[in-house]
């Protein structure tokens, strides 16, 4: 009896151990992020953006899985994470925009220099929302490892304020690439680093902090596993869900309360690296509009609030599985100090919820992007079919 319990709890510990990311200190494959304002044009305007690449997101179809036959683009060049990859040998360095809602990574052709590595494909590529070109396989330099014949894109693009994207969404997003009848899917730089025995699960942690600069290296993207010196706690994981279309992103389940009062039962959504805001579905932005007492401001679109709606904001309540990830009054307003940069007033508070455009039971009912993802260390987990949370040394941080 006493040998088959110990068997037993031998094999739900290995179980336990399979499910988690493994720890990594010190790693040789963790990326400094650079958070930055796209200012070239002038005021931004967070929430055409945002609204634009939602709208991009949820125009999916499980027989394309794409967004290649739409005219509406995915992207979101208003604010951005870049991280510096090198690729070629020598490595010419890039700073491409870290997104978790797409997954194949490319470079813009004025940009790309060709080396001995870089080999054309003769295969076209269309990237939705930026361009088209070619397929090139080349070696690509993530911190201290190197990838060897990674798919990547070389696009004839017209946003000259984007050098290129660093894809790290779910495998499937890459369906399509090749053109839309193709079913063929492209290794995502995380995959090569595991098919290349790099890394012993496929999973992607990111770091962020928040900034009231408008250009600061404030994160990290850890590739392999999670780092402890990031997160505060114990990570908290969730599966995927099978809700389409959030099924084809970084998809999970969660409810909003703010305060003790429910604005959002729990419905489908995603969290995504590329997307500024928090975006909730139309109906629930009304209860938190009525709820914080917010008006609109026209020149922003932006939830606008006064000092004293301010002191009397309560927590926003993320409710995933069985664990609540608190994003506090602070939390839930745009960065003062930034304020002139999207168009708005110094003296004014905005905050970062704002409307999806469309109302729950759609299937992607919700958006956690960078703004909250800033507050809480997050794990893009493939291996298990999961993502976590953890809270971090800024998860109550007063900086905005």
């Known amino acids: 009896m006493f040998r088959a319990a110990s068997l ?23 990326l400094s992020v650079a958070r930055r304002l796209n200012t070239s044009g002038g005021t931004i305007n967070l929430l055409q953006h945002d609204q634009s690449r939602a709208t991009a997101l949820k125009t999916v179809s499980r027989d394309t899985l794409s967004r290649r036959s739409g005219s509406t683009v995915a992207t979101n060049d208003a604010v951005y994470y870049t991280a510096a990859v090198g690729i070629g040998s020598p490595a010419t360095t890039y700073n491409l925009i870290v997104d978790t809602g797409s997954s194949f990574t490319w470079v813009s052709a004025t940009s790309y220099v060709k080396t001995s590595t870089s080999v054309n494909t003769g295969q076209p590529v269309s990237v939705p929302g930026y361009g088209s070109g070619t397929e090139y396989t080349d070696t690509v330099t993530l911190g201290n490892l190197t990838i060897i014949r990674q798919p990547i894109g070389v696009i004839s ?52 902090e928040p900034t009231t600069s408008e250009s600061d290296i404030n994160g990290e993207l850890t590739f392999g596993g999670t780092d402890a010196t990031k997160y505060t706690g114990a990570i908290a994981y969730t599966p995927l869900t099978t809700t389409e279309p959030a099924s084809y992103y970084w998809g999970i ?7 003790t009062t429910t604005i959002l039962t729990e419905t489908a959504g995603i969290v995504d690296t590329g997307t500024t805001l928090i975006l909730i579905a139309s109906n629930a932005y009304d209860e938190y509009q009525s709820a914080t007492g917010a008006t609109l401001d026209e020149t922003t679109g932006l939830l606008r609030i006064s000092s004293t709606q301010y002191s009397a904001l309560v927590n926003l309540n993320f409710n995933i599985g069985s664990n609540t990830f608190a994003l506090t009054p602070n939390g839930q307003i745009w960065p003062r100090a930034l304020n002139t940069y999207i168009g708005g007033s110094s003296d004014y508070i905005y905050l970062i919820v704002n409307n999806l455009g469309t109302p729950s039971g759609e299937g992607l009912d919700f958006i956690n992007g960078y703004t909250f993802l800033e507050r809480f260390y997050s794990v893009f987990d493939t291996t298990n ?13 007063t900086t905005n």
């Open 8 to 30: 037993l709890m031998i094999f739900l510990l290995a179980l336990s151990i399979a499910a988690s990311p493994v720890e990594i200190r010190d790693s040789p494959i963790t």
């Open 385 to 397: 079919s999961q993502v976590g949370f953890a809270t971090t040394a800024y998860t109550n941080a």
């Open 157 to 208: 693009t017209s946003t000259d304020s984007v050098i290129g994207v660093l894809g790290i969404g779910p495998l499937d997003l890459t369906e399509g690439i090749l053109g839309e009848s193709s079913t063929m899917t492209i290794p995502t730089v995380t995959d090569s680093l595991y098919n290349q025995d790099m890394i012993s699960q496929i999973v992607v942690s990111v770091s962020f």
């Open 253 to 259: 389940t969660e409810s909003i309360t703010y305060g």
